[in-house]
């Protein structure tokens, strides 16, 4: 079947495309880099609120706008495209999702408005190593008078810096690894115990590690059933998994563009070095590389709003998949603009540094390859 997209979404499209180059080229990023804002800009985040992205994956009823993945995915592939440091992944999907799908009609109430309208930012908060392993929580919930008692730490949580309200993963049950016992809480920034240190993250996008020292939560702020959050939280790691590999491919589909340009300018010994056949074969491996992603990561978008029953496989293949374009593409832009590229000057070194956050978030090519096999019984 063929990927289209309809006029609604295709103005969606036209709109991030426009918004991201106009308002977010990587000349933004560096000054945010630059000026120590470490990936917060305020007025960016009323911008995006104002052109109703947070709102793409929440209900009508919440004040949403109901768009779903597909549009989403245009979105976040804009961003990618010029490297914008926005909340959107953390945010209008992954937050957003998992209150829509695990939260009761009261969190719903209170907190998918927000969302919709740029008021809150969300970062959820899963991760307790040095590599994504969504089933080895640790962190702990104990059941108190008013609700629970959380104690443990989470490691690099993306947006975690700025974030104003956390849904942490901890284990109400069993023991790291196991499915069941996991439970899914919403924590405001301000709460007493809770510690955030910001982090500094090679790719200007910033992050922060997460220390909970008795913090009380409410029962009433639980996501999903007690001890069943894995049902809400897979799901939701998966769109968020999809918009990423969204976003990588249109970094991929930039930093090809900018190398493409270079090779069809840059002259060596009287001759334009596209000329030269060794790296026509390298341009074509990654156009073509570029052709299977966007394959994959159309067939994972449709695939949530259909919906279907292999997201989680589709999930993977196009993060996996991603995971690999954007490592090759980053790769060869720096090589292929020889020493222009090594320096902080020239764009493609920003292009490689977000590529290596965006392979390792929510999964590397390795962690999805297996994940997949899995899936097929293997």
């Known amino acids: 079947m063929a990927f289209v997209l309809s006029e609604d979404q295709q103005m969606l499209r036209d709109t991030a495309i426009s918004f991201a180059r106009d308002e977010l080229p990587v000349s933004h990023l560096r000054g945010l880099r630059d000026s120590g804002a470490n990936g ?80 809150v930012t969300t970062a959820l908060a899963v991760d307790e190593g040095t590599h994504h392993a969504p089933l080895n929580v640790a962190t ?22 700025h974030a104003d309200v956390f849904i942490i993963a901890a284990r109400t049950f069993g023991e790291s690894g196991q499915t069941h016992g996991i439970t899914l809480f919403l924590v405001p920034r301000e709460a007493d115990g809770m510690s955030v240190q910001e982090l500094v993250t090679v790719d200007s996008h910033g992050a922060a590690h997460l220390t909970l020292d008795g913090v009380t939560v409410s029962e009433a702020n639980v ?107 980053s790769n060869e832009t720096v090589q292929m603009h020889g020493g222009i590229g090594m320096t902080d000057e020239h764009d493609s070194g920003l292009y490689m540094k977000r590529a290596r956050v965006q392979e390792a978030l929510l999964g590397g090519a390795s962690y999805h390859r297996d994940r997949y096999g899995v899936l097929n019984g293997f």
């Open 40 to 119: 917060v800009d305020q007025e960016t985040r009323q911008k995006l609120a104002e052109l109703g992205f947070f709102g793409v994956l929440v209900p009508e009823e919440y004040d949403g706008v109901a768009m779903g993945m597909v549009a989403m995915g245009q979105v976040m592939e804009a961003q990618g495209r010029t490297l914008a440091a926005t909340p959107l992944l953390q945010t209008a999907v992954l937050g957003a999702s998992l209150i829509d799908l695990g939260g009761s009609e009261a969190l719903k109430a209170n907190w998918l408005p927000k969302i919709a309208s740029g008021e």
């Open 140 to 161: 702990e919930a104990e059941r108190n008078g008013q609700g629970y008692t959380l104690n443990g730490a989470k490691r690099f949580v993306p947006d975690g810096h």
């Open 223 to 329: 996501i999903g059933a007690v001890d069943a959050g894995w049902d809400v939280l897979e799901p939701a790691l998966d769109r968020g998994r999809i918009a990423l590999a969204a976003e990588m491919l249109g970094s991929a589909q930039a930093a090809f563009e900018m190398t493409l340009d270079y090779l069809q300018t840059r002259k060596q010994f009287g001759q334009l070095i596209g000329s030269y056949q060794s790296l026509q074969h390298r341009a074509a491996k990654m156009y073509t590389d570029l052709e299977l992603v966007r394959s994959c990561v159309g067939a994972a978008l449709s695939a949530v709003d259909e919906p279907r029953n292999d997201i989680a496989d589709l999930a993977s293949l196009a993060k996996a998949q991603a995971s690999e374009l954007v490592h090759l593409v």
